[in-house]
Nanobody, 125 residues
Framework: QGQLVESGGDLVQPGGSLTLSCQPSGISFSFGVMGWYRRTPGNQRELVASITSGGTTNLADSVEDRFTISMDNRKNTASLQMNSLKPEDTGVYYC???????????????????WGQGTQVTVSS
């Protein structure tokens, strides 16, 4: 079936930076859209950022001036550069991907066929 594998989660102090990476395992076709979601304590899983293979991005209001999403179409990977991290960014971050092509990066969670197991990001002093 294939899966997504996230890496890069860690414990970081407020104001610090982290880069999360997502790569496919056992998947040979290319993705049309990749995204990052997170589940923070006490909350449901929410969108952080998403990107189409054409480079169109969509970021949550809470992170749009601090986070950057990128996608390498050749390697079928996605990265999330997170700067100026805040304690409220603490949570489990999940990578998601779909083979379908979209012109917009604004997709519902149900549009994604592939999900990773998640990587923990903790922002604390």
């Amino acid at each position: 079936q294939g899966q997504l594998v996230e890496s890069g989660g860690d414990l970081v102090q407020p104001g610090g930076s982290l880069t999360l990476s997502c790569q496919p395992s056992g998947i040979s076709f290319s993705f049309g859209v990749m995204g990052w979601y997170r589940r923070t304590p006490g909350n449901q899983r929410e969108l952080v950022a998403s990107i189409t293979s054409g480079g169109t991005t969509n970021l949550a209001d809470s992170v749009e001036d601090r986070f950057t999403i990128s996608m390498d179409n050749r390697k079928n990977t996605a990265s999330l550069q997170m700067n100026s991290l805040k304690p409220e960014d603490t949570g489990v971050y999940y990578c998601a991907a779909t083979r379908r092509r979209y012109t917009s990066a604004r997709l519902s969670q149900s549009a994604y066929e592939y999900w990773g197991q998640g990587t923990q990001v903790t922002v604390s002093s």
